[in-house]
């Protein structure tokens, strides 16, 4: 994997792309033996959805194969080749990281993500979707290994844990001599499992307490229109905004105007005892909202005196993923992205922008929400590590 | 730790090497009762040399974190901040990983340099030093913390787990809400304990099971001196030599000369059938040998037909840490460096020279074997991570 050329991966991608648009009735065909069996156990409406593959999602699968296609390379190059007084020359060269392995829930286009993904970084990837979508995913991932083998590839980078139970998975986690990384992707339950159970590295993603803090210089129409927009515009997302935090200064004003527009969409407002009393339609906050990812059309609200104790509060209750703060004063932008611990703080624009190609990054793997090796929207650079090339004519150590 | 100006943290360092070098008859003193019970318990005299504290280390632990002065802040900086075409502006800014976690053996030099490089980088660190060497790192850490308190700086920046009993490093591995990441440095044991039972993000370092190939265009006197340096200059080290791979065509002439210089120091070599038939000094290889790290004057050799064979075999049994060619020819050092897996690979050139300092990253904390977040020497840039600064003004997402 880690020797193919640019080109023959280019054109694997564009073949395994036209092999999945001509085989969507079969895909379909298989993704309707899921949804049978989804439907037969009472899956929920909202994880139906994410099961099912319509034509356009299938288009949209392609679509993604096709732009990784336009990305460059992401292995091969020498960073900063240096020369060292003895006559040595080292530089560090981008190459896969090699077996990667992904746990996912029942969303059989990250089958198809993950692999073009994964492919186009010169890995071998470990597929282990939810077992709601195995139809779906075992039909996909026959379709990757026979183009594939077609284009003279070894179809094993690719692989399929089509077994279910749930101990194939801890297994999985432990296989430290065959497998690189694990990603998960998905929610809370599946990603702690992971952390707590892997032997493997593990780069953490996803959940996302995601706070809008309201500076007391803040223009008030623009914190209206950004804490809509991060909470309204996809509620089931990690980037999504989960909390509000509003200097005491403008609550009394601010407060009125963002329920006003919040209720335009139905969202229950949970908020501590100041701004209940600010506004009658704020139901009062727990103290476990401060720590809840809702993803739905629930947020929480507090007030507070000073930045201090709003970054305080965001830095105990966040999760690593997206802050912003609105405001207009330049001292309380810099302190505000100076101090907050996240892998994207915002000024002045909706976290909802946290995503690889809103980044500019091309299509991403997932977003890290902590610190080792990749923070933030990971794409192709994130699949890939280094090694040092030294090149010597004879150098002995004295 | 992470708002510390570089200013601040540089006068820290200096005034912690002078507190160093000032007390070093009490830390003498502590270090003596450290030797007492260590001989009282019978360890063994390369152990004891390891743990004893000279003048002359003392001296080389104030250096140590005078040269960290001479260094860049490493956090800080904004890479290529970028403008998005809905305006938002992008950059990526370097920020510490937050708190460290150290677990080392009975070496106080390390206590010394794991806080320098920590500090430096801006980050809190526990260090849990092997219990044999309890006195010297109780003092020197009474020293580093007193400095802190002096310079106006939390002094539980650096904290040391005084308490041996092992149970409260499974403790500290599990402590995901608190440590950002664990550096285990030692031996093979300690090091896969962290990597068998840490939750929290874990960096690998250093064993080496490190080879040396000898192409058949090799010039033989280089791969001979090349070969003797990389085993016998230091022993103890995870960066020398332990296995030889030399090729059929030049093994007759090739494996005299090479055995001839390593008797010099009387290296025992453990060969394959066809080396022992070549040299009567070599002894047969087990299949155990091929894995061994053996921190000794021994070293292991094959003879391989071809440069697939000994690619084949280094990756077989590598340890991800660095493996050299000794060869003329271009397209075999090219194969080489392309196809061999591991954290630096040489041409030409002795494998002792993985390490920090030699690659001109000033100290390192540790040489990582594997593929996450920072390989081969970690200086401290290893000791970082970053997080998105998005500037934005009024961009809501469509």
Same sequence: chains 1, 2.
Wanted: proline share 3%; with cysteine; net charge negative.
């Amino acid at each position: 994997m880690a020797k193919l050329q640019i080109v023959a991966k280019n054109n694997t991608l564009v073949k395994v792309g036209d092999a999945i648009s001509l085989a969507r009735e079969e895909i379909k065909q298989a993704n309707a033996k899921d949804i049978l069996i989804a439907k037969e156990n009472g899956m929920k409406p909202a994880l139906l959805d994410r099961l099912t593959l319509t034509d356009a999602r299938i288009d949209g699968m392609v679509e993604g194969l096709l732009q990784l296609v336009q990305l460059e390379d992401p292995v091969g190059e020498i960073q900063s080749m240096k020369t060292r007084p003895n006559g040595l020359m080292i530089g560090y060269k981008k190459v896969p990281l090699g077996v990667v392995a992904i746990i996912y829930e029942s969303r059989p286009n990250v089958t198809v993500d993950a692999f073009g993904l994964t492919f186009k970084s010169g890995n071998a990837v470990i597929l282990r979707g939810g077992s709601d979508s195995i139809y779906s995913n075992k039909k996909l991932v026959e379709i990757i290994r026979k183009s594939l083998e077609e284009s003279g590839i070894n179809p094993d980078a690719v692989i399929l844990v089509t077994e279910t139970d749930r101990k194939y998975v801890d297994e999985l986690m432990k296989l430290n001599q065959y497998v690189d990384v694990i990603i998960p992707r998905g929610g809370h339950g599946l990603i702690q499992n992971v952390v707590q159970n892997a032997t493997v590295p593990v780069i953490e993603t996803g959940t996302g307490n995601c706070h809008i803090y309201v500076d007391k210089s803040a223009n008030l129409e623009m914190a209206r229109d950004i804490i809509y927009n991060a909470k309204t515009q996809r509620i089931g997302v990690c980037n999504a905004c989960e909390s509000l935090v509003i200097h005491r200064v403008i609550a009394d004003r601010a407060i009125p105007m963002i329920v006003d527009k919040l209720k335009e969409k139905n969202v229950e407002i949970r908020g501590d005892k100041k701004a209940c009393e600010i506004d009658s339609r704020i139901v009062e906050a727990s103290l476990d909202d401060w720590g809840t990812e809702y993803l739905d059309y629930i947020i929480s609200l507090k007030v507070v005196d000073s930045i201090e104790e709003a970054i305080n509060h965001i830095n105990m209750y966040n999760t690593g993923h997206s802050e912003a703060i609105i405001t207009n004063d330049y001292d309380m932008a810099r302190k505000f992205t100076d101090e907050i611990d996240a892998a994207a703080v915002y000024v002045n624009a909706s976290t909802r922008f946290t995503d690889g190609f809103e980044f500019g990054f091309g299509a991403e793997i997932g977003i890290s929400t902590q610190k080792m090796h990749a923070r933030g929207p990971m794409g192709l650079d994130a699949l890939t590590t280094g090694k040092y090339i030294v090149l010597g004519n004879g150098q002995i150590r004295e």
